[in-house]
């Protein structure tokens, strides 16, 4: 009896880490996004031990950020090369969960990154994640 106690009390107790390690990695921030690409993505190497990602800019059809007024804007796309062949292409719907935080921002390499300098970001967008519309 005293076997199962423990057993239970340690499965309850690995439960509550693994859920509560699960949603750290989510900002608390987020704001959708839809809109079409208005330029072709930069290429950049396969993630692997360094971190990987680019700018990919967009024309706004939708944001929930109401602070943000222009018309265009350019969001980091993390490791774009593990989304499918021909995914980001110029002209196609995307809807993206986005944000302006993330955990490990300052350990990703964006090779495109002045890109963003032309746009009036209050700090970089990072895309949560995204999926094709059209």
Same mark, same amino acid.
């Given at each position: @009896?005293?076997?199962?106690?423990?057993?239970?009390?340690?499965?309850?107790?690995?439960?509550?880490?693994?859920?509560?390690?699960?949603?750290?990695?989510?900002?608390?921030?987020?704001?959708?996004?839809?809109?079409?690409?208005?330029?072709?993505?930069?290429?950049?190497?396969?993630?692997?031990?360094?971190?990987?990602?680019?700018?990919?800019?967009?024309?706004?059809?939708?944001?929930?950020?109401?602070?943000?007024?222009?018309?265009?804007?350019?969001?980091?796309?993390?490791?774009?090369?593990?989304?499918?062949?021909?995914?980001?292409?110029?002209?196609?719907?995307?809807? @993206?969960?986005?944000?302006?935080?993330?955990?490990?921002?300052?350990?990703?390499?964006?090779?495109?990154?002045?890109?963003?300098?032309?746009?009036?970001?209050?700090?970089?967008?990072?895309?949560?994640?995204?999926?094709?519309?059209?």
């Amino acid at each position: @009896m005293k076997k199962r106690l423990i057993i239970v009390f340690l499965t309850i107790l690995l439960f509550g880490f693994v859920t509560s390690a699960q949603t750290d990695s989510i900002p608390e921030k987020t704001y959708l996004l839809k809109g079409k690409i208005i330029n072709e993505k930069s290429l950049t190497p396969g993630c692997g031990y360094i971190k990987y990602g680019s700018v990919i800019e967009f024309i706004i059809i939708e944001f929930a950020d109401i602070t943000y007024s222009e018309k265009e804007i350019g969001v980091i796309i993390r490791c774009p090369e593990f989304y499918k062949d021909n995914f980001f292409e110029v002209g196609k719907l995307y809807e @993206m969960t986005v944000s302006y935080e993330i955990i490990d921002s300052n350990s990703w390499t964006i090779p495109n990154l002045e890109q963003l300098e032309k746009y009036n970001l209050k700090s970089k967008l990072w895309a949560i994640n995204t999926k094709k519309i059209e």
